[in-house]
């Protein structure tokens, strides 16, 4: 049985103290009695807001995590951030690979693979990032592009090495713009993905939890979540509006998500 995971992608969004504010009251809406198991919540915060979100989470039910971290652990990077810098602060988890990283600052599937690699080393959580753009799918290569970006993100690497992977299948078109996926859709990707993750690990692919993002909503989250291997969110919009993001985080602490529409 996989754990639901909700992760909140702040972005460019936030000061500190609204980061906290945010946190504190999200923290009121999770369940604290039997449910609490069945899910788990991070929000990802810039990183000059990491270490006060991650001290007002502390002792909550919501983790933090990085937005990107740099491969090499410290040296003459200039404006970047390690893995062991973001654990430092407070970081449980950390998103690789975002398409805004690939749209506009250069992410490769090699860099990808460098920094999951650096990422596993510290000991976080990495969430890596894949997803078609809208001509690609149009163009008909879903798959081409999916098997890419998982197999080069995790490249030279063991099956032992990645057991607390987790993969976001966010379509690039669907970020951001209000056009969300089918849930037909996202099943397909994601089921796509498992059976690459088969290929390369073997049975631990049924541990890996595989998100979906883009213009997840209260009023979808139940309908995504209800998908066999859609075992959780990226949200990023929503993620900025406590009622919101409450609500997608309550969609996956329920026990029984509402079934896709016939
Ligand atoms: C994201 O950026 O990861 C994302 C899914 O954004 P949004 O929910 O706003 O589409």
């Not at 923290?27 to 991070?42: F, M």
């Not at 270490?51 to 971290?69: H, M």
Request: hydrophobic content about 45%; overall charge positive; charged content about 20%.
């Amino acid at each position: 049985m996989r754990k639901r995971f909700i992760a909140g992608n702040w972005k460019l969004n936030l000061t500190a103290a609204e980061g906290v504010a945010l946190v504190q009251g999200l923290a009121k809406t999770l369940p604290t009695d039997g449910r609490s198991a069945r899910a788990e919540v991070a929000v990802c915060p810039t990183a000059l807001a990491l270490s006060e979100v991650a001290k007002a989470a502390a002792g909550t039910a919501v983790g933090v995590g990085g937005q990107n971290c740099h491969w090499e652990e410290k040296g003459a990077f200039t404006g970047e951030v390690s893995a062991s810098l973001l654990k430092a602060a407070g970081a449980r988890y950390v998103i690789i690979g975002h398409s805004e990283r690939r749209q506009f600052f250069g992410e490769t599937d090699q860099t990808v693979n460098k920094r999951l690699k650096a990422a596993l080393a510290q000991g976080l959580v990495p969430i890596v990032c894949v997803g078609e753009t809208l001509p690609e799918r149009d163009g008909g290569k879903l798959q081409e592009v999916l098997t890419r970006q998982v197999k080069g993100a995790i490249e030279g690497m063991q099956a032992s090495q990645l057991e607390s992977l987790v993969v976001a299948y966010e379509p690039v078109w669907a970020i951001g713009t209000g056009r969300t996926a089918t849930s037909a859709q996202a099943q397909e990707a994601h089921a796509f993905i498992r059976g690459l993750l088969t290929q390369a690990l073997g049975v631990l692919a049924t541990r890996v939890r595989i998100q979906y993002g883009g213009s997840v909503k209260p009023d979808n989250a139940h309908e995504l979540l209800s998908m066999p291997d859609v075992d959780g969110a990226l949200v990023g919009g929503a993620s900025l509006k406590l009622a919101d993001f409450a609500a997608i985080c309550a969609a996956a602490y329920s026990d029984t998500p509402a079934k896709a529409a016939p």
